[in-house]
């Protein structure tokens, strides 16, 4: 009988270059040009939305609230992976040239939108979550500790404009 749940450590995280304008009308389909990476990321966090509720007491209402929608949270995704390097070469920089032309001001600012996907034993998405005009809000270092022997982790946040979920 085959697996009917979705592995949580088969997946795919892939950056290309968001339009220059945002898009008009909310398709939120990412560019096919300009790919910044296509990942190695061992965790991924921050697939998740929730929706402002607002409370409105009716007067003369005592067996209820009325309950009102308001605007849709998202979270920054946040993705770690262990700092990537060849044999001979120098650690891969790209997320961090990212980060620190943001802070020098570099122009045009380089937003990305992303695509993260579940992917089945066949490296075929099974579900894929997509995000808009991302940004990078944090960017941490790995934890450097000569004791343990454990191997460098670098996270980056990206604070975005809009998450959606598709299956296939």
Request: glycine share 12%; charged share 20%; hydrophobic share 40%.
């Given at each position: 009988?085959?697996?009917?749940?979705?592995?949580?450590?088969?997946?795919?995280?892939?950056?290309?270059?968001?339009?220059?304008?945002?898009?008009?009308?909310?398709?939120?389909?990412?560019?096919?040009?300009?790919?910044?990476?296509?990942?190695?990321?061992?965790?991924?966090?921050?697939?998740?939305?929730?929706?402002?509720?607002?409370?409105?007491?009716?007067?003369?209402?005592?067996?209820?609230?009325?309950?009102?929608?308001?605007?849709?949270?998202?979270?920054?995704?946040?993705?770690?992976?262990?700092?990537?390097?060849?044999?001979?070469?120098?650690?891969?920089?790209?997320?961090?040239?990212?980060?620190?032309?943001?802070?020098?001001?570099?122009?045009?600012?380089?937003?990305?939108?992303?695509?993260?996907?579940?992917?089945?034993?066949?490296?075929?998405?099974?579900?894929?979550?997509?995000?808009?005009?991302?940004?990078?809000?944090?960017?941490?270092?790995?934890?450097?500790?000569?004791?343990?022997?454990?191997?460098?982790?670098?996270?980056?946040?990206?604070?975005?404009?809009?998450?959606?979920?598709?299956a296939r």
């Open positions: 009988m085959p697996d009917l749940l979705a592995r949580t450590f088969q997946f795919r995280v892939t950056l290309t270059q968001s339009p220059a304008v945002p898009p008009v009308g909310g398709t939120d389909q990412p560019s096919q040009s300009g790919v910044f990476t296509d990942g190695a990321f061992a965790e991924c966090t921050g697939l998740d939305m929730e929706m402002d509720v607002g409370e409105y007491v009716e007067g003369g209402r005592n067996n209820g609230i009325l309950q009102h929608l308001g605007r849709t949270k998202t979270s920054r995704i946040t993705l770690r992976r262990g700092m990537l390097f060849p044999i001979g070469g120098r650690v891969n920089a790209e997320l961090w040239q990212w980060f620190q032309d943001v802070v020098d001001g570099v122009r045009p600012l380089r937003r990305y939108d992303g695509t993260i996907s579940i992917l089945d034993d066949g490296d075929r998405a099974v579900a894929t979550w997509r995000f808009v005009r991302g940004l990078p809000a944090k960017l941490v270092g790995p934890q450097l500790n000569a004791a343990t022997g454990a191997v460098a982790i670098e996270e980056l946040q990206i604070a975005h404009e809009g998450l959606r979920w598709e």
